[in-house]
Nanobody, 117 residues
């Protein structure tokens, strides 16, 4: 059973930085994408950053140049380095793993990020 555990959220002032981590376990499939989504109050969940099985990264326009997604060598942990944070980055951040063959999505429990002075 796939389990995703996020950590690293918290309260930060505008302009500050945070690094989110997501530890994945129970992955039995060999090809998968990983990513980070966020959901702000009253909004739908949206993709923030994703990294494909081949290592290609993509970002939402709103975070390009500020956020960086990466994984460890084993692709069992995915990170999101968030710099120059803005109030509009506030939300619950969810880790995602997508199995290429079945297109099944797996989600973590979410970690709260609050950007406020």
């Amino acid at each position: 059973q796939v389990q995703l555990v996020e950590s690293g959220g918290g309260l930060v002032q505008p302009g500050g930085s945070l690094r989110l981590s997501c530890a994945a376990s129970g992955i039995s499939f060999s090809i998968y994408d990983m990513g980070w989504y966020r959901q702000a109050p009253g909004n739908q969940r949206e993709l923030v950053a994703g990294i494909s099985n081949s290592g290609s990264a993509r970002y939402a326009d709103s975070v390009k140049g500020r956020f960086t997604i990466s994984t460890d060598n084993a692709k069992r942990t995915v990170f999101l380095q968030m710099n120059s944070l803005k109030s509009e980055d506030t939300g619950v951040y969810y880790c995602n793993v997508n199995d290429w063959f079945t297109r099944t999505d797996y989600w973590g429990q979410g970690t709260q990020v609050t950007v406020s002075s």
